[in-house]
C-alpha cells in the first residue's frame, strides 16, 4: 500500500464522461434590451449620485437567455477572472415538479449538471471573488464535497444557514424525522485574496462591559492583569499591548466588585452576524413566481458583504430576477442567465420596473434607489458547425461574416475586435498575434500584402479555400474551415438544460404557515 495520502474526491456514474461545450456567441435583440428614460437617468444622476458618481448604476448590464452551460462558456473567454460575486440558486433536486421545469434528476446527472458549470464559475470568479450558492438538505451534503474538489477545500469559508417557509406541523404521534426549518448557502473564495465585511442587522444595542477572558489556552495570553490572571482553562482576549492602550483609552478598566478586567462595547444601531441568518426569511412572494422568488434583503445582506459598488456579479440561475434586481439598485454590474421562458414573463418586466423606479419593493427605499442605468437582452446564437444533406459538416447558414468571426475568435482562444484600418485583423491574442476569418478563397497575393504589413505580429487566417504556396511567410498560418475547429468541441447540442417541462400546471408548491 502506498504511504501517499489520497485526494478525498466525490465520485459517481459518469463523471468522466465529459463533453467540451461549444462556446456559442451571444446575440443582441435590440428590442429586448432596455435603457432608463433620459428624464429619469437624468434626475438619478442629478439627485443620487452626484457626490458618489461611481456608484450610479451602468448600461452595460447582461441578461442572457439560454441554457446556461452554452452561456457560462460564452462568456468565459471575455470574463474570466473578472467576476467579483456569484450567487446561485440552482435546482434543489427535491423531486418535485415546478411549473418550469422538472425538479428530479437522477442523483448523478445532478451532480454532472453542477460540475459541469461550476467549473466555469471559478473561472469566471476574480482572484478576490467569492461565490454564495444556495442549497437545502437534499443535495447538501454533496455538494460541498464537490464544492471542496473544485474550489479547494481551503477555500471553503462558510455555511450559511436562512429560514425556509415552513410547512404547517400537525403530526402528533411517532414520526422519522424533524421539519426543516432552514437552507444553506454554501460560501467559497477563489483565492486567499478574498475577505468580505462582516454582516451586520439594525439592533439598538446599549453601551455595555464585557469581561475580558475567553474560552480556551493559548501561549502567551495568560499574564497578570489588574493583580489578576485568567480563570482556570481560559485566556485574554487580547495581548498585553493591546491591552495596555486600552487602558490608556478608558476602555479596559477592572470590575468595580471583582476588579477583573472588562472592556468597553460601544452603543450601536447595529450588531455584526455570524452564520445564523435566519433573521431572514429566503424567499419571498411579490412577483408571483412559482414556488416563491428569493428575498432581495438576503441577497443585499451577501452583496454588501462581497461587494463595492461598480464590481461585477453574476447568477446564472436568475429564476425571477431578483439577483440582477438587487445589483442594479446597490450600483453593481450583472450578469443575469435564464434558461427558462420566465425571462420573459418574470425578469424583463421586473427589470424594467427596476430602471423606471416603478418597483417600490424589496431594498428600493432602503437603499433610496432613484432608478437609471438600464441592460442589453442576449439569446444563444445557434450552433456553428451543422450536417448538411450530403452528410458532410459544414458551416450553418445563420452566420454571417461578422458573427462567423466572432464564433471563431472564440473557439480559437481569441479577443473578437474588429480593427477598421485593416478589415483582416478581426481579433487578437496578443499585440502581435491576429486572426481572420473568411469563406472566401485566400490567394497568394493577398497573403503577400498581409505579410508586409504585419511587420513582426502573426496572422492565423482561417479560410474556406486557399491558392498558392500557404507556407511561404513565416509570420501567417492558414488553416481551412471547418476543418481547423472540428474536433474542438461538440457540435449540434440543443443545450445541456434541465429537462423543461411542456405540460405547465398552475399546481405549485403550496406551503402552509407554521403554527
Not at 481551503?154 to 426549518?181: D, G, H, P
Request: charged share 30%.
Amino acid at each position: 500500500m502506498s504511504d501517499k495520502l489520497q485526494r478525498l474526491e466525490l465520485v459517481w456514474p459518469g463523471k468522466n464522461e465529459r463533453v467540451d461545450v461549444e462556446p456559442r456567441i451571444l446575440i443582441e435583440d435590440v428590442e429586448k434590451s432596455y435603457s432608463a428614460d433620459p428624464k429619469i437617468q437624468e434626475k438619478m444622476n442629478r439627485q443620487l449620485f452626484k457626490q458618489e458618481p461611481e456608484i450610479a448604476p451602468t448600461f452595460d448590464n447582461m441578461l442572457i437567455h439560454g441554457d446556461n452551460l452554452l452561456a457560462l462558456k460564452a462568456l468565459e473567454a471575455e470574463y474570466s477572472g473578472k467576476v467579483k460575486c456569484i450567487y446561485i440558486d440552482p435546482p434543489f433536486n427535491t423531486g418535485s415538479a415546478f411549473k418550469y421545469y422538472d425538479d428530479g434528476l437522477e442523483h448523478s446527472i445532478w451532480l454532472s449538471m453542477m460540475s459541469a458549470r461550476l467549473e466555469i464559475l471559478r473561472n469566471l470568479l476574480s482572484p478576490d471573488g467569492a461565490i454564495f450558492i444556495h442549497i437545502d438538505y437534499t443535495e447538501e451534503a454533496y455538494l460541498k464535497v464537490l464544492c471542496d474538489e473544485i474550489f479547494g477545500r481551503n477555500n471553503f469559508r462558510n455555511t450559511i444557514v436562512t429560514s425556509r417557509i415552513k410547512k404547517n406541523i400537525r403530526e402528533r404521534e411517532l414520526i422519522k424525522a424533524l421539519n426543516y426549518a432552514q437552507d444553506a448557502i454554501l460560501f467559497y473564495a477563489k483565492s486567499d485574496d478574498c475577505f468580505i465585511r462582516p454582516p451586520e442587522k439594525e439592533k439598538i444595542q446599549e453601551e455595555r462591559w464585557h469581561a475580558l477572558d475567553a474560552s480556551g489556552l493559548r501561549t502567551g495570553m495568560d499574564y497578570e492583569l489588574f493583580g489578576h490572571r485568567p480563570p482556570a482553562g481560559r485566556h485574554w482576549a487580547w495581548s498585553y499591548e493591546r491591552a495596555m492602550k486600552a487602558i490608556e483609552n478608558g476602555i479596559l478598566k477592572p470590575h468595580p466588585k471583582t476588579g477583573r478586567p472588562i472592556y468597553k462595547i460601544e452603543a450601536s444601531n447595529t450588531i455584526m452576524l455570524d452564520t445564523n441568518w435566519t433573521d431572514i426569511q429566503a424567499s419571498a412572494f411579490k412577483w408571483d413566481f412559482p414556488g416563491g422568488e428569493k428575498n432581495e434583503v438576503l441577497i443585499q445582506r451577501i452583496l454588501d458583504m462581497a461587494t463595492n459598488p461598480g464590481d461585477l456579479v453574476l447568477d446564472s440561475f436568475l429564476g425571477s430576477g431578483t439577483t440582477a434586481a438587487v445589483a442594479h439598485k446597490m450600483g453593481r454590474r450583472w450578469i443575469g442567465i435564464e434558461m427558462g421562458d420566465h425571462i420573459y414573463s418574470h425578469c424583463l418586466p421586473r427589470l424594467k420596473k427596476v430602471i423606471d423606479c416603478e418597483d417600490a419593493g424589496g431594498i428600493t427605499k432602503s437603499v433610496k434607489w432613484q432608478g437609471g442605468g438600464g441592460f442589453k437582452f442576449y439569446e444563444l446564437g445557434s450552433t456553428l458547425i451543422v450536417t448538411d444533406k450530403h452528410g458532410r459538416q459544414v458551416i450553418s447558414d445563420k452566420y454571417n461574416p461578422e458573427m462567423l468571426a466572432e464564433a471563431m475568435c472564440k473557439l480559437m482562444g481569441y479577443k473578437y475586435a474588429s480593427d477598421k484600418e485593416s478589415y483582416w485583423k478581426q481579433g487578437y491574442s496578443s499585440e502581435k498575434n491576429f486572426i481572420f476569418t473568411t469563406t472566401m478563397n485566400v490567394e497568394e497575393q493577398l497573403l503577400a500584402e498581409m505579410s508586409q504589413a504585419l511587420g513582426d505580429g502573426n496572422l492565423l487566417i482561417c479560410c474556406g479555400a486557399f491558392t498558392g504556396n500557404k507556407t511561404a511567410y513565416d509570420n501567417i498560418t492558414i488553416k481551412k474551415i471547418p476543418q481547423a475547429i472540428l474536433k474542438k468541441c461538440q457540435w449540434g447540442s440543443a443545450g445541456y438544460p434541465l429537462p423543461v417541462r411542456e405540460d405547465f400546471s398552475d399546481e405549485d408548491f403550496e406551503f402552509e404557515d407554521e403554527e
